[in-house]
């Protein structure tokens, strides 16, 4: 790829690595996109790194409850699962990129099945498929009734363990390394803990895979598990990739709500409880979906949430209530097991009274902008599953699509490498010999260190968004919050070309480098340009919804926001022409970017010209970074 500078200079504040290894591929992350691409990898003759961030178990996969999307029953056909990805999508979905999707999906799933998953079948052997939000027909494949992605991650990291796959577990990626051309040449990393390597190291690799997941602890409450702080997203912005799509954030209808004050990862009650009949209703027992949709409880999570937060607002209360006593135990404890056990836990019996539930942050629609072979704007960078921004979902995702976007995108990516691979491919890294160390990578002269936030800011980043970029957002909230932010990041010193960003005279005391202040680095990185592209959107649409903008607008914003660091001059913001992605490798000057007065360059994402020195922009003009 050519034609699209690349690169910021800018890195998280940490050591300097203090060891390496080489390897044709490095994926980032070990849930269903990042797995099952090392295992294709692999198959291929790649020498193929994983890294994550805990266990190889520990991913967000696992938590996936409902199942696994794809026309496999009779009577269902690639073409109706696309309609209701489009529908779902809210006119923003890449249709090419959906109909890769949905026609690639069954084969996929089939050889996950080969691969050794286990899905819940009938007595005849056939697929158990169910419905869930959003879909006609029942297509979802699910595991254990309710631990569908526990039952993928077995499979797969039970194929990675009886794979030659090198695995390194308890690690956090920081930064991307790239060549003097900016093409990709690996990534550093923190490894935590003692092993065959720990503190900060490298992984030399011409091409990567950021499958990190996704941004849900930039909320209060998600049902995102603890490593999900958008570290993937955060290293390629740092890398000069472009994102897109941030501010569509599916905020999931059905948490299990356990108090106002509740913070953290919150128990989901699966959409597929709604599939199997459950009734959406207020504390009278109305069922207040009925005659908003045509398909009531089972219409696009969007739409479910809103309505949720709508009937709390008119009732002037904190949560609504699913009512499925009508199932029975028996039901309950064959087909939902799993969510049964986290209500009792919680002193909650579904057998016997309805299950309080509120919305809380899920899924990231946008992330990492990809072409349908994983491919970034970043050349030998690749990103997969939520941490990337594929156009399959649109302003919305639809259920169960996601770990087969995983799935699908996955085997692509694994593919692109090994063509580029058997093709001699730029930035190889060099097989050595068994006594010949891999070289630990020099940092460029001019880099820019993050200076670090605090750990002890979390709490508050996650508050501010909480209150001013979830379910309901205005311009008000949008930019105090972004105010908000501004201030956590005025806490930490300027950034100091070469240096560790503590200059004499900063206006606070960086952070020691570490896990936490690296999170809680990455967290205010995504939270920023969250509330950027969610303000530069003046309409609703999908998850995003505008309070002060309530109509969806087609003639002007049909369109997707595309985001990037440039070297030095903070966050430039771009719309697209249409719903569909340009080529990852299209030049700036074929749509350039604007600086949006409300985006001031950042000091968590630093730039090494003051605020002052950047002129301004007229009115509607776009400018060149």
């Known amino acids: 790829m050519t034609g699209r500078p690349t690169g910021t200079g800018i890195r998280l504040t940490a050591p300097a690595p203090g060891w390496a290894v080489d390897a044709d591929v490095v994926v980032v992350g070990s849930g269903v996109a990042g797995l099952t691409t090392a295992l294709r990898c692999t198959a291929a003759g790649l020498r193929t790194v994983v890294v994550t961030k805990a266990r190889l178990d520990d991913g967000s996969t696992r938590w996936a409850q409902g199942g696994i999307a794809a026309a496999l029953g009779e009577g269902d056909t690639p073409e109706q699962h696309l309609d209701d990805t489009l529908v779902a999508g809210a006119g923003l979905c890449d249709e090419e990129a959906v109909r890769t999707l949905v026609t690639e999906g069954p084969a996929a799933v089939r050889r996950l099945i080969d691969t050794g998953a286990h899905f819940d ?14 879909h006609h027909r029942r297509r979802i494949a699910h595991a254990g009734g309710d631990a569908t992605g526990a039952e993928i991650s077995r499979a797969l990291v039970a194929a990675v363990r009886d794979s030659a796959l090198r695995t390194v577990e308890n690690a956090l990626v920081l930064d991307l390394l790239t060549d003097g051309q900016g093409r990709t040449s690996g990534v550093t990393l923190h490894v935590m803990g003692e092993g065959q390597h720990d503190g900060v190291g490298a992984v030399h690799a011409p091409a990567v895979v950021l499958a990190t997941g996704g941004m849900g602890q930039v909320f209060s409450a998600t049902t995102n598990p603890p490593v999900s702080t958008g570290d993937g997203v955060a290293l390629a912005l740092r890398a000069g990739a472009e994102v897109s799509d941030l501010e569509f954030v599916q905020f999931h209808p059905t948490v299990l709500f356990l108090g106002a004050g509740a913070e953290g990862q919150q128990p989901l009650v699966s959409e597929a409880v709604r599939g199997e009949g459950a009734h959406l209703v207020d504390a009278d027992g109305v069922r207040f979906m009925l005659g908003l949709h045509e398909l ?6 969007d739409i479910v949430a809103k309505a949720i937060t709508r009937r709390m607002r008119e009732q002037d209360t904190t949560h609504m209530y699913l009512d499925a006593r009508h199932f029975g135990a028996e039901m309950w404890e064959t087909r939902f097991p799993t969510i049964l056990a986290a209500c009792r836990s919680h002193g909650i019996d579904p057998v016997t009274e309805p299950i309080p539930v509120a919305p809380a942050a899920h899924y990231a629609s946008g992330g990492i902008r990809t072409d349908l072979r994983g491919r970034t704007t970043v050349p030998g960078l690749y990103a997969s599953g939520e941490a990337a921004c594929t156009g399959v979902h649109g302003a919305n995702r639809l259920a169960s699509n996601s770990l087969l976007e995983g799935l699908v995108f996955a085997e692509r990516i694994a593919a692109d490498i090994a063509e580029g691979a058997a093709r001699g ?14 070289p630990v990578p020099v940092e460029p002269a001019g880099t820019l260190h993050v200076p670090l936030i605090a750990p002890e800011a979390r709490a508050g980043i996650q508050r501010v968004m909480s209150l001013g970029a979830s379910v309901l957002r205005s311009a008000a909230s949008l930019e105090a919050a972004a105010a908000a932010l501004d201030a956590v990041s005025r806490q930490a010193p300027a950034p100091e070309a070469g240096g560790t960003g503590q200059p004499a005279g900063s206006p606070g005391k960086a952070a020691v480098p570490g896990v936490d202040a690296w999170e809680t680095t990455n967290l205010l990185c995504v939270a920023r340009v969250l509330v950027a592209t969610a303000l530069e959107r003046a309409e609703t649409r999908g998850c995003h919804w505008r309070e002060d903008r309530p109509e969806r607008d087609d003639t002007d914003w049909r369109t997707h926001l595309v985001a990037r660091l440039a070297p030095g001059r903070g966050l430039f913001l771009r719309r697209t022409e249409t719903a569909a992605f340009p080529p990852v490798d299209a030049p700036p000057a ?9 985006v001031a360059p950042s000091d968590a994402v630093p730039t090494a010209v003051p605020d002052s020195d950047v002129p301004p922009r007229p009115a509607n003009a776009p400018r060149e970074p």
Do not use: F, I, K
């Not at 074929?590 to 409300?598: G, R």
């Open 121 to 134: 079948t009938s007595a005849a052997g056939e697929l158990q498929l169910t419905r869930e939000g959003g």
């Open 296 to 301: 009531a409880e089972l219409a696009p999570r």
């Open 425 to 438: 491919a730029e930035g190889a890294v060099p097989r050595r010999g068994p006594d010949e160390a891999a």
């Open 590 to 598: 074929d749509a350039p970017y604007t600086d949006p007065s409300h």
